[in-house]
């Protein structure tokens, strides 16, 4: 049986991460967890790009080995994986001996093949974005600030055929219409294949950049980016090593990217290089938007980088977690605003969630003998509306999950928990509290009961964003967290008998509100 296999783009030692980084792996583990709960083994794979000129750069200013400032950023994006709650299965580093093995295997393989030449280059050099150019990159005659000083230099370097491969990888695509999500992505890239590919350079001359893996075939060079970077995909999950994982895990079933490295990196460059060494290409490339702030990029020279560390640590993961997958479509771009995370942590968690659970552990340890959940004994208009309301929700959401609308599965669910809400208004458990009447009393324990199984049922499709929440929330309802859908979406009271946690506050409100 094939694992799903989910792999992000690997983030680039020269920097702290920033809500961009957060965003992705959180998507990526959203999908993951739910992909988990639908019963299937996965393989989720995020990591660290380590090597080239930037890195040992960085590193000489600060005085120490390249290695030393590469374990240091490795411990701040480990560190992010810990804090927002992703569940990775393994985490790669291009600096490990399982990638360095891989990436001069293939690189041996497609220079006995022919498939990479030696030639002299002579041209435009840029050291910011370490990148050969042209003068096609040029805008208004000027070398665009993105490319910082750019420089002539003339040296020999080592060449992969990329162009012979162009015709191949528009048919492809052509035929292969579903290969990038969104759609549109996919018309991107055909369109930039309208131009004429140029071989790719694959390599750095050892005086000029030391930072590398050397070509197993010329140990004066240093591999470039892309056969190191982009090789991690199926080194991490057991390319060549004989334990048969790689059967098994590959090919990914989705490559998560943003969209600034899907052309040419991830869909010109990796199809290229797979096609050409005889494995299979990934299923499917999920390419995602960026996240703006004010309407511009985020970005460290613009200066208006948002800290993830910083907002879970003050309304925690979970909230940031829920905020990235309600405010953006997948697939394209979003505003981070201070003023719209607030909104959503106050009112869709704090008044809606938040409320619902402390209304519940509040009517419950005070109507209740011993704080337990009471049997449901009446099954008027309220709980069959609501009892529909979900039959009609779950199914809907998960749907929604399917297709990466995650923000309209939480949307849904957020109405279904609005709909607990105004259940509890319609009952009204603490008038019922008073009556003396015995059809009141029933009424009033079926109404704590609807509210805990529905508050029960709504943390089950909140558990791939709200893993913590989901499992705190559950444990105060008396049972566990949920590892699977099946068994756990059917309305049957089963919370009935189980005793209700302390008075908890899920979402505490800013201290600038109180």
Same mark, same amino acid.
């Given at each position: 049986?094939?694992?799903?296999?989910?792999?992000?783009?690997?983030?680039?030692?020269?920097?702290?991460?920033?809500?961009?980084?957060?965003?992705?792996?959180?998507?990526?583990?959203?999908?993951?967890?739910?992909?988990?709960?639908?019963?299937?083994?996965?393989?989720?794979?995020?990591? #660290?790009?380590?090597?080239?000129?930037?890195?040992?750069?960085?590193?000489?200013?600060?005085?120490?080995?390249?290695?030393?400032?590469?374990?240091?950023?490795?411990?701040? !994006?480990?560190?992010?994986?810990?804090?927002?709650?992703?569940?990775?299965?393994?985490?790669?580093?291009?600096?490990?001996?399982?990638?360095?093995?891989?990436?001069?295997?293939?690189?041996?393989?497609?220079?006995?093949?022919?498939?990479?030449?030696?030639?002299?280059?002579?041209?435009?050099?840029?050291?910011?974005?370490?990148?050969?150019?042209?003068?096609?990159?040029?805008? =208004?005659?000027?070398?665009?600030?993105? !490319?910082?000083?750019?420089?002539?230099?003339?040296?020999?370097?080592?060449?992969?055929?990329?162009?012979? +491969?162009?015709?191949?990888?528009?048919?492809?695509?052509?035929?292969?219409?579903?290969?990038?999500?969104?759609?549109?992505?996919?018309?991107?890239?055909?369109?930039?294949?309208?131009?004429?590919?140029?071989?790719?350079?694959?390599?750095?001359?050892?005086?000029? #950049?030391?930072?590398?893996?050397?070509?197993?075939?010329?140990?004066?060079?240093?591999? +470039?980016?892309?056969?190191?970077?982009?090789?991690?995909?199926?080194?991490?999950?057991?390319?060549?090593?004989?334990?048969?994982?790689?059967?098994?895990?590959?090919?990914?079933?989705?490559?998560?990217?943003?969209? =600034?490295?899907?052309?040419?990196?991830?869909?010109?460059?990796?199809?290229?290089?797979?096609?050409?060494?005889?494995?299979?290409?990934?299923?499917?490339?999920?390419?995602?938007?960026?996240?703006?702030?004010?309407?511009?990029?985020?970005?460290?020279?613009?200066?208006?980088?948002?800290?993830?560390?910083?907002?879970?640590?003050?309304?925690?993961?979970?909230?940031?977690?829920?905020?990235?997958?309600?405010?953006?479509?997948?697939?394209?771009?979003?505003?981070?605003?201070?003023?719209?995370?607030?909104?959503?942590?106050?009112?869709?968690?704090?008044?809606?969630?938040?409320?619902?659970?402390?209304?519940?552990?509040?009517?419950?340890?005070?109507?209740?003998?011993?704080?337990?959940?009471?049997?449901?004994?009446?099954?008027?208009?309220?709980?069959?509306?609501?009892?529909?309301?979900?039959?009609?929700?779950?199914?809907?959401?998960?749907?929604?999950?399917?297709?990466?609308?995650?923000?309209?599965?939480?949307?849904?669910?957020?109405?279904?928990?609005?709909?607990?809400?105004?259940?509890?208004?319609?009952?009204?458990?603490?008038?019922?509290?008073?009556?003396?009447?015995?059809?009141?009393?029933?009424?009033?324990?079926?109404?704590?009961?609807?509210?805990?199984?529905?508050?029960? #049922?709504?943390?089950?499709? $909140?558990?791939?964003?709200?893993?913590?929440?989901?499992?705190?929330?559950?444990? $105060?309802?008396?049972?566990?967290?949920?590892?699977?859908?099946?068994?756990? #979406?059917?309305?049957?009271?089963?919370?009935?008998?189980?005793?209700?946690?302390?008075?908890?506050?899920?979402?505490?409100?800013?201290?600038?509100?109180?």
């Amino acid at each position: 049986m094939k694992t799903f296999t989910l792999t992000t783009a690997i983030d680039y030692a020269n920097g702290s991460p920033h809500i961009g980084h957060a965003y992705e792996k959180v998507l990526s583990d959203v999908i993951c967890r739910h992909r988990r709960l639908q019963g299937d083994e996965v393989y989720f794979l995020t990591g #660290l790009d380590e090597h080239g000129q930037k890195v040992q750069m960085s590193a000489r200013k600060q005085g120490i080995e390249p290695q030393e400032f590469c374990d240091n950023v490795a411990g701040q !994006f480990q560190r992010l994986c810990s804090e927002l709650l992703i569940s990775n299965d393994d985490f790669i580093r291009t600096t490990e001996p399982r990638h360095k093995d891989v990436v001069r295997g293939i690189l041996q393989q497609l220079f006995d093949k022919g498939e990479i030449y030696q030639a002299e280059y002579s041209g435009f050099y840029s050291p910011r974005q370490e990148q050969f150019l042209q003068e096609k990159d040029k805008v =208004d005659g000027k070398w665009p600030e993105i !490319f910082g000083e750019v420089i002539e230099i003339t040296e020999k370097n080592y060449f992969f055929k990329l162009s012979q +491969y162009q015709d191949w990888l528009i048919d492809f695509l052509k035929t292969q219409e579903d290969f990038i999500f969104p759609r549109f992505r996919q018309k991107q890239v055909l369109e930039f294949l309208k131009e004429p590919l140029n071989d790719l350079c694959i390599s750095r001359p050892k005086e000029r #950049l030391e930072w590398g893996i050397p070509l197993p075939f010329d140990e004066d060079y240093v591999t +470039y980016v892309w056969f190191d970077a982009l090789t991690n995909y199926i080194s991490a999950p057991g390319y060549g090593d004989g334990t048969g994982d790689f059967e098994k895990r590959w090919p990914a079933d989705f490559h998560v990217i943003g969209k =600034d490295i899907l052309v040419p990196p991830h869909a010109v460059y990796w199809p290229i290089m797979l096609k050409a060494s005889g494995i299979e290409l990934p299923r499917h490339l999920l390419v995602h938007g960026w996240w703006n702030l004010s309407g511009q990029k985020m970005s460290k020279s613009a200066g208006n980088i948002v800290d993830p560390f910083e907002l879970a640590e003050k309304f925690g993961a979970d909230s940031l977690r829920y905020f990235f997958i309600r405010e953006m479509t997948v697939g394209q771009d979003s505003d981070f605003t201070t003023e719209q995370f607030l909104t959503r942590y106050t009112d869709d968690l704090g008044n809606d969630l938040g409320n619902l659970l402390s209304r519940l552990l509040n009517m419950g340890g005070r109507y209740c003998e011993g704080g337990t959940i009471p049997a449901a004994t009446v099954n008027e208009e309220p709980e069959q509306e609501l009892r529909k309301l979900w039959n009609e929700t779950h199914p809907e959401v998960q749907e929604r999950f399917e297709q990466f609308q995650f923000h309209n599965g939480l949307d849904k669910t957020f109405a279904f928990i609005r709909a607990i809400n105004r259940y509890a208004e319609i009952r009204a458990p603490w008038k019922l509290a008073k009556s003396e009447d015995p059809a009141d009393k029933a009424k009033l324990e079926t109404s704590l009961a609807t509210m805990a199984e529905g508050l029960r #049922l709504a943390c089950v499709l $909140l558990t791939p964003v709200m893993p913590g929440v989901a499992e705190k929330t559950l444990g $105060l309802l008396g049972t566990d967290a949920v590892t699977a859908y099946a068994g756990n #979406l059917d309305w049957d009271y089963r919370l009935e008998g189980k005793t209700l946690g302390e008075k908890t506050i899920l979402f505490p409100r800013p201290q600038s509100e109180s």
